[in-house]
């Protein structure tokens, strides 16, 4: 490995590297070798938290989590570790509860999180454990990660839990906040193994107290690796590695990365993996204020058998050659027309969506959007439809058509969070308003309940066309983390509306990173519908 002073050489691999997100042509091949390319991390810079990641032959598996959005579980795959698409999710909803589909309460901040994903014998598998009620644990097994995947049980709770298959067919899981557990599995995975291995195994000291979870294990040269995110009280998140011998332990500890990468802080949490040329590397989350938590690509430097990672001083490269493998680069968010048959993977619902409520079929070109329950504010509504919002900097915007909203209804496009900026239009008495306005949920007693959600609006405006255009621009940078909302009657022509916002990531509340969403809900009555003409995105680099 040749490094650089701000460049990590891969041209020695066999595994070419490329950045996973869309970057200008002129931004890839500055500073590169003959025949290289230059990608810089963040790897995504949008929200995809708690990342694992498996290689299966040439070809790499990610999971990460995505909470109460529907469909849940995103399974990306990638042919270099970089590239990546997702080619399907786990389930379409989750339904044994009726607070997904915001009946008597909310999963906000619940559902799908630190998904396991393993291969075992010519299958896959994932498990994971929502934080809601009644506690318990989904594992799915499939045989093509695009799916279909099919239900394989619902076992005890396991918080941020790593499925390990050992070489002698048992099967474990590693799981906890604080202390580590090790538990057995029955072998088919259908329940917690009876007289099998149920023990604790890691145990955090006064060096390590504070947030201790987020295991990731893999076994390598017949040792255990359990990588786990540490973040002591007033020091900095740190990832740290224990290995052991047998499974049961005795483990040791090593930090194995600690960088505020970039200026921002708090780095830690993901996994390893190895290339079929038998380097490693590092796949790490890091907090990002209100676009959520990005991941990092990290060179893994095995030093006295510890998985060291960053660069030879074990920062994060800020940037690595490769040699490009696959033309197409990471597309979290995309723009839309609509035209399709049915929806990319690019979009997910706010909790399950009413299937009755939408479609593409109706109008076509169009995505309609029914009322169909009378709700009092957007954190209530059913069927907002989302993507994810991205850095350094993106905009988007929606062509909405709201001739049939009826009075009482509200119809928009904003930046969703916790804290959300929202482009409204309401109907009251026949005449239809655009309002910009900031939105605040809470929740009643540290639980998803939402006790009151405060709204206010900075302007309004009354319309004159049934046809608008909404834009919404979000710059990410380092110190930013704002919003600028914008109009027009023609698509040409933008207005600002409302001022400057700044958007927060707030982990009490929906605790994922800000997202474009579409919406349209009622407060007196249902029956009335938008179509949304296209989605248009642009993403900047600078």
Request: hydrophobic residues 35%; proline residues 5%; charged residues 25%.
């Amino acid at each position: 490995m040749n490094i650089k002073p701000t460049i990590i050489s891969l041209a020695l691999i066999s595994m070419p590297f490329i950045n996973g997100m869309a970057v200008n042509d002129s931004k890839i091949n500055t500073c590169a070798s003959a025949g290289m390319s230059v990608m810089t991390n963040p790897l995504m810079w949008a929200d995809v938290p708690d990342p694992d990641v498996i290689r299966v032959g040439e070809d790499y598996y990610m999971v990460s989590t995505t909470m109460h959005l529907m469909p849940g579980c995103p399974v990306m795959h990638s042919k270099d570790l970089v590239n990546w698409e997702v080619i399907g999710y786990v389930f379409d909803t989750i339904d044994d509860n009726s607070r997904y589909k915001l009946e008597g309460g909310t999963v906000y901040g619940h559902g799908q999180w630190a998904t396991s994903l393993r291969y075992h014998d010519g299958r896959f598998y994932v498990l994971f454990s929502p934080n809601d009620d009644p506690h318990r644990s989904f594992i799915y097994t499939a045989e093509n990660p695009a799916g279909p995947w099919t239900l394989v049980s619902r076992t005890k709770h396991f918080h941020d839990s790593s499925l390990l298959f050992d070489d002698d067919g048992r099967v474990y899981v590693f799981s906890g906040s604080g202390t580590i557990h090790l538990t057995e599995l029955k072998s088919d995975l259908t329940d917690v193994k009876e007289g099998g291995v149920d023990m604790d195994v890691i145990f955090p000291d006064e060096e390590t107290a504070g947030l201790h979870e987020g295991s990731r294990v893999v076994k390598h040269n017949g040792k255990y690796y359990a990588m786990v995110i540490n973040w002591p009280s007033g020091r900095p998140r740190r990832q740290l590695c224990y290995r052991a011998d047998k499974i049961t332990g005795p483990y040791e500890r090593m930090t194995v990365l600690q960088d505020n990468f970039a200026g921002f802080p708090y780095l830690a949490q993901g996994t390893i993996v190895d290339a079929p040329d038998g380097s490693w590397w590092g796949v790490i989350f890091q907090d990002r204020g209100a676009v959520g938590r990005v991941l990092t690509l990290n060179p893994v430097r095995w030093v006295d058998g510890w998985p060291m990672m960053g660069d030879e001083n074990g920062r994060v490269p800020e940037r690595i050659e490769y040699v490009a493998k696959s033309g197409k680069p990471t597309k979290l968010v995309e723009s839309d027309d609509f035209s399709g048959k049915k929806l990319g993977f690019h979009w997910q619902w706010n909790h399950c969506p009413d299937n009755d409520a939408w479609s593409l079929e109706k109008r076509r070109g169009h995505l309609r959007l029914a009322t169909s329950r009378v709700v009092p504010s957007i954190y209530h509504a059913p069927n907002t439809i989302s993507q994810r919002m991205e850095g350094p900097r993106c905009e988007g915007w929606v062509k909405m058509d709201v001739s049939k909203m009826k009075d009482g209804d509200v119809a928009g496009f904003g930046a969703l969070n916790g804290h959300s900026t929202l482009l409204s239009v309401t109907c009251r008495d026949g005449k239809k308003y655009l309002k910009k306005h900031n939105t605040v949920v809470n929740f009643a007693n540290g639980s998803k309940t939402i006790e009151n959600v405060e709204d206010e609006t900075e302007e309004e405006i009354e319309l004159g066309s049934n046809k608008i255009y909404l834009k919404v621009s979000g710059d990410f940078r380092l110190g930013k983390d704002v919003a600028q909302c914008q109009y027009s009657l023609d698509g040409k022509r933008w207005h600002d509306i409302g001022k400057e916002y700044k958007m927060r990531y707030d982990y009490r509340k929906l605790f994922m990173g800000q997202r474009f969403a579409i919406y349209n809900y009622a407060t007196k009555s249902i029956g009335g519908y938008v179509d949304v003409d296209r989605f248009e995105y642009k993403r900047y680099d600078d």
